[in-house]
């Protein structure tokens, strides 16, 4: 039987998001895979070291088309989502484990600068020289109701 968790992670970007549209009965579905690199030290002094992780997301919908269009690689970001168990057994009968990983809600971390020296927020994209505010202040709500948090 399949487990579900909640996982987060406190990342960067190894590369940049990948999207496609699937079509359904009724229109077409945005689905983005991303890989998030994390770092986390362990041990004090002399003894302490540095381990990488990297796991890959899948985003959803709205969601999936807005990481595409803001996030790049290095891009800081704060995934939390879910964690899914996928054995089964293949036709010979060998067991497979797999895991999945998606995402419920991404935070971008970057600030407009380091998002622009990426070039990943688009000129027309509401955050014009003449405001300071990003575009959920202005009268447009941003995915989630808040400031650069996208939720699925």
Known sequence: MASVRVEQRNAHLAGAVRLEYLVNRED??????????????????????????????????????????????????NIVGRLRNNNYQDKSGVDVYA????????????????????????????????SLEPPARRGRSAPGGSGAR???
């Open 150 to 152: 996208a939720k699925r």
């Open 28 to 77: 077409r579905l945005a689905k983005a895979v991303l890989t998030a690199i994390s770092n986390v030290r362990r041990g004090s002094g002399e003894a302490r070291e540095e381990e990488s992780t990297a796991v890959q997301w899948t985003l959803w919908g709205r969601l999936a088309e807005n990481a595409n269009q803001y996030l790049g690689k290095g891009s800081h970001v």
């Open 99 to 130: 895991f999945s990983f998606t995402a419920d809600e991404v935070d971008f971390l970057d600030s407009r600068a380091k998002a622009s020296e990426r070039g990943t927020v688009p000129e027309d994209e509401g955050w014009g020289e003449s």
